[in-house]
């Protein structure tokens, strides 16, 4: 049986509290581990304790542990560059066939564990996931040409990859270019950071990164025919309730 995980970034109360529908899911639904950066691992540890899960399928880590970036910029905006943690410790810590990139407040309807081992076996690796166009034919051109974000040096018109869409991406790392792709996007999102950089969606750093490695990509949807599991996945935006198609 070949091993995945999902991995999620859980920071500050709302989203302390949304994630815990995530740990349901996952625990009662799947055979998968879990992993949660988040800034209070003593809340999560006692609603999994509360719940008698099993503790040995999660992974708690304390965001201060893994990261000396702030939380918030200037603006109270989030920092974004921080959503890359999860998978680079899933990457660091585990031995995982799939990381299963997931937003705190996403969750599944149903489960297929024979599905998703079936979708793991698939010969495809590096990111499938749902792709915007390339950074430089919409909203990345704007964000880049703001003053600040220029001293990042980046010309779109050279990033081949497209955008993902952040909120599900299934990562294979089990591929010659995943720990290049991996030190690229640690290394933008450092970058970022500290140089006040906030890119408001962490699409562009991905879509950088994976350029940069030349990581393979796979549009989610025609696997989604294959493999129905993958329709199971939902998510929040704006409290309303949204499939990752």
Avoid at 29 to 57: E, F, H, N, P, W
Avoid at 222 to 237: A, D, E
């Amino acid at each position: 049986m070949s091993n995945y995980t999902f991995a999620t970034l859980a920071v500050g109360v709302p989203y302390n509290f949304k994630v815990r529908t995530l740990i349901d899911c996952v625990m009662t639904l799947t055979k998968g581990d879990l992993l949660i950066i988040t800034d209070d691992v003593a809340d999560l540890t006692k609603y999994i304790t509360d719940a008698q899960y099993d503790m040995s399928r999660i992974s708690l880590h304390e965001l201060a542990s893994v990261s000396n970036q702030k939380i918030w910029f200037k603006e109270r905006k989030f920092n974004f560059n921080l959503k890359m943690l999860p998978t680079k410790i899933a990457y660091q810590t585990g031995d995982y066939d799939l990381i299963i990139h997931a937003d705190a407040d996403g969750f599944m309807i149903g489960w297929d564990e024979e599905d998703i081992q079936r979708f793991i076996n698939d010969d495809a690796r590096g990111l499938i996931a749902r792709f915007r166009n390339r950074p430089c034919e919409e909203t990345g051109m704007s964000f880049m040409l703001e003053p600040k974000a220029t001293a990042l040096g980046i010309e779109l018109i050279k990033i081949k990859a497209p955008m993902p869409i952040e909120v599900f991406l299934f990562f294979k790392p089990k591929c010659p270019n995943f720990q290049k792709f991996m030190t690229e996007w640690e290394a933008i999102t450092n970058r970022c950071h500290d140089r006040g950089v906030n890119p408001f969606i962490e699409a562009l750093e991905l879509s950088y990164a994976m350029s940069q490695a030349s990581l393979d990509t796979h549009q989610i949807l025609s696997y989604m025919r294959i493999y129905p599991v993958l329709n199971s996945f939902r998510y929040l935006h704006h409290d309303k309730i949204m499939r990752i198609i």
